[in-house]
């Protein structure tokens, strides 16, 4: 009697997809502890551009204008004498969660391009972090409106 040798029998099969499936978990864990940091990262970066606008616009308009960071809203905006100007909504947009002690802190940018530290929140430096899940990223705001930790 002739066996046949051709394909694959049932337990070569199961032995190979059971082998797939442990790599494809393992490269998702991977792959969502990246996005992450990731995320963070860009958080970070989307805050920095901001606060570079807010500063471009002092500027440009030559007045003093608000750059505020609220960490119980979880979100940063600019606001001028005509109202606010743009809003970065961390939580709802990025999911990230933003952290600051004190939990508002509002920036005065001058026409010269740094922060005043006689107008708005009073302080040396602050630490400004961006969480998601067990992924954060901090910087510090210096007491002119310079950004450490980039």
């Known amino acids: 009697?002739?066996?046949r040798t051709h394909g694959f029998t049932l337990i070569e099969l199961v032995i190979a997809?059971?082998?797939g499936t442990i790599l494809t978990s393992v490269a998702?864990?991977?792959?969502?502890?990246a996005q992450g940091r990731l995320?963070?990262?860009s958080a970070k970066a989307t805050y920095a551009s901001l606060h570079?606008?807010?500063r471009a616009i002092a500027i440009e308009r030559g007045t003093t204008i608000d750059l505020v960071i609220d960490s119980n809203g979880d979100s940063a905006y600019i606001e001028t004498a005509a109202g606010v100007q743009e809003v970065i909504r961390f939580g709802q947009e990025l999911n990230i969660d933003?952290?600051?002690?004190?939990?508002?802190i509002s920036l005065c940018m001058t026409p010269r391009g740094y922060a005043d530290p006689d107008c708005g929140t009073?302080?040396?430096a602050l630490k400004l972090e961006f969480w998601?899940?067990?992924d954060s990223t901090s910087l510090t705001i210096l007491r002119m409106g310079q950004l450490a930790g980039m």
């Open 28 to 33: 998702m864990g991977t792959f969502k502890s």
């Open 98 to 104: 933003l952290r600051s002690s004190p939990s508002t």
């Open 1 to 3: 009697m002739h066996r």
């Open 52 to 54: 570079a606008r807010a």
């Open 122 to 124: 009073p302080f040396w």
């Open 17 to 19: 997809l059971l082998i």
């Open 132 to 134: 998601q899940n067990s």
């Open 39 to 41: 995320s963070v990262r």
